[in-house]
């Protein structure tokens, strides 16, 4: 089918959503607010308000400052989550190189014997080259106006401008999971499989946050492993949708919190749900009684 449709004025658009039946307190304040946030940016924040996505006829009450307000708590949110996983990539990154160095040596991620997969180290040693001849980092430049051999500088460099996806594809790939295993513990966690999976969650919503795509009601497609039990203060209940939101913020909230003990995560999201009463954490996957939780008590 060929598309047809052509571009409107931000004044038939608000037309379009009033035919529809959603409710304009004040249409010239909506029109700036089109002017910064685009229409299609904004409808996905609309759409739970709409009787079906065939009609996109709104239920009755539908106001677009509700759709506004959404938006702005999901800003707030990927704000939120962003600052935390930086904190936690910095720790995860200190600790895989101090552990592969003392075993394996300053240069241990570029010996592809130590990885199970070549291809997955050859796309890792791609990433890490590009990141090299971009950098401004006065680290960088001063190691290569006096070395040049090997022709990488090492791990404690060069893996400071891997990205994160990067770190969890190196995690993933290497061989010895005796060392995975303590990098693990040293963060908390049991299992370098269950860190693994953390990493490439912790990957994607990273991603998503910096490429400013909706957090609040998404649905994940790869499924996060959860324990049962962690040495430190976790969650009983698991009957919540493992694909949404609130599970993932579980682990960070963990994670965060054994390598920045001093941190206002935990706070900092029950302040952010106060300040946006509209919002329905069951949307984001939380059961009803999340906050008697032991993790969320901190």
């Not at 010996?111 to 291809?119: C, D, K, Q």
Request: proline share 5%; charged share 25%; net charge positive.
């Amino acid at each position: 089918m060929e598309y047809t449709k052509q571009p409107i004025t931000l004044a038939e658009q608000i037309e379009i959503l009033k035919r529809r039946g959603l409710i304009f307190d004040d249409e010239a304040e909506a029109t700036e607010t089109l002017r910064r946030i685009s229409y299609f940016r904004l409808a996905a924040y609309w759409r739970p308000m709409e009787m079906d996505s065939s009609s996109h006829i709104f239920r009755k009450g539908s106001r677009f400052a509700m759709a506004l307000a959404l938006y702005k708590f999901d800003n707030n949110l990927k704000a939120l989550l962003f600052r935390a996983i930086q904190t936690i990539e910095v720790a995860v990154r200190t600790q895989m190189i101090q552990h592969f160095s003392m075993k394996y040596g300053a240069f241990w991620f570029m010996n592809e014997e130590l990885f199970t997969s070549g291809e997955i180290y050859k796309k890792h040693i791609k990433s890490l080259r590009r990141a090299l001849e971009r950098s401004q980092d006065d680290f960088i430049m001063e190691h290569f106006r006096r070395y040049n051999t090997p022709d990488m500088p090492p791990a404690w460099k060069t893996m400071e401008l891997a990205t994160l996806g990067t770190l969890s594809r190196i995690y993933s790939n290497f061989s010895d999971n005796v060392i995975k295993k303590q990098v693990a513990r040293d963060l908390g966690i049991p299992q370098h499989e269950f860190m693994r999976n953390w990493l490439e969650n912790l990957t994607i919503i990273r991603n998503n946050c910096a490429h400013h795509a909706r957090m609040w009601n998404r649905r994940f497609v790869v499924r996060l492993r959860l324990p049962h039990h962690l040495p430190f203060p976790w969650i009983a209940d698991n009957t919540f949708p493992i694909d949404r939101l609130y599970p993932q913020l579980c682990c960070i909230a963990y994670w965060l919190n054994r390598v920045d003990p001093q941190n206002t995560f935990v706070g900092d999201l029950k302040l952010l749900l106060l300040r946006y009463p509209t919002v329905n954490p069951a949307a984001m996957g939380f059961p009803a009684h999340w906050r008697q939780e032991p993790l969320w008590q901190l």
